[in-house]
């Protein structure tokens, strides 16, 4: 059915949902009217499972990225560098689409509580990783006492899926400037320095 959904997405992305037509999906996809009422049992069962899978499709990637940074960096400093530089990708212009799509499929779950079910099971098992991965700095002493896991993961979400509102600004600021700031927010709960001044080492305890 992978065949049938990738098509219906397709459609979804030309006109639109009023647009869709099983007999339109059937003939592109090859796959018959009565498989696919088998499979999802109405055009509104395609429909979610179409958007269940975009959402899936528009979700970071990046969480692999980071647990290989903590098995593989060996000091503070190299941490600090390679997660600047991972940050940098996650905030890149090149990400917009992707953000806005999020965006896109979190609206168009808002009426249909059986898919905002869905993705807000998809979304929970996002922040789950997050907050494993947050865990992973806590135990390194690389996080701030007081500072909870799950709120590390949410913060980064959040301002993952919140720079879609600078990519519609008309008059953005640099992507220099955003970088710096969201470095400075995430020096604030970390025990590491980041920025170009940064040295990768913990604080003083004073400090902390």
């Known amino acids: 059915m992978e065949r049938a959904l990738t098509v219906v997405s397709e459609i ?5 949902e ?11 996809s ?23 899978r975009q959402f899936l499709q528009s979700l970071p990637t ?5 647990a290989d940074l903590l098995a593989t960096a060996t000091t503070p400093r190299e941490f600090a560098d390679r997660l600047e530089r991972l940050i940098l990708t996650t905030q890149s212009p090149e990400r917009a689409p992707r953000r806005l799509r999020r965006v896109e499929l979190i609206g168009a779950a808002a009426s249909r509580p059986e898919l905002l079910e869905s993705i807000s099971a998809t979304q929970t098992m996002v922040l789950d990783v997050g907050e494993a991965l947050a865990v992973a700095f806590r135990d390194r002493g690389w996080l ?17 899926l919140g720079k879609v509102l600078g ?10 400037a955003w970088i710096r700031i969201l470095l400075a927010a995430l020096s604030g709960f970390l025990n590491l320095e980041l920025g170009e001044n940064g040295d990768g080492a913990a604080p003083a305890k004073d400090d902390v």
Do not use: M, N
């Not at 007081?146 to 979400?157: C, K, M, N, S």
């Not at 990519?167 to 220099?176: A, G, I, M, Y």
């Open 167 to 176: 990519d519609l600004d008309q008059r953005p600021v640099s992507e220099d």
């Open 12 to 16: 979804l992305d030309e006109g639109g």
């Open 18 to 28: 009023a647009s869709l037509r099983l007999a339109d999906v059937s003939r592109r």
């Open 62 to 66: 990046d969480a692999d990225d980071v």
């Open 30 to 52: 090859g796959v018959s009217i009565g498989s696919l009422y088998h499979h999802f049992e109405s055009r509104e069962g395609l429909i979610k499972a179409a958007r269940e």
């Open 144 to 160: 701030r006492e007081g500072i909870e896991p799950r709120a590390v993961a949410l913060f980064v979400q959040a301002v993952t």
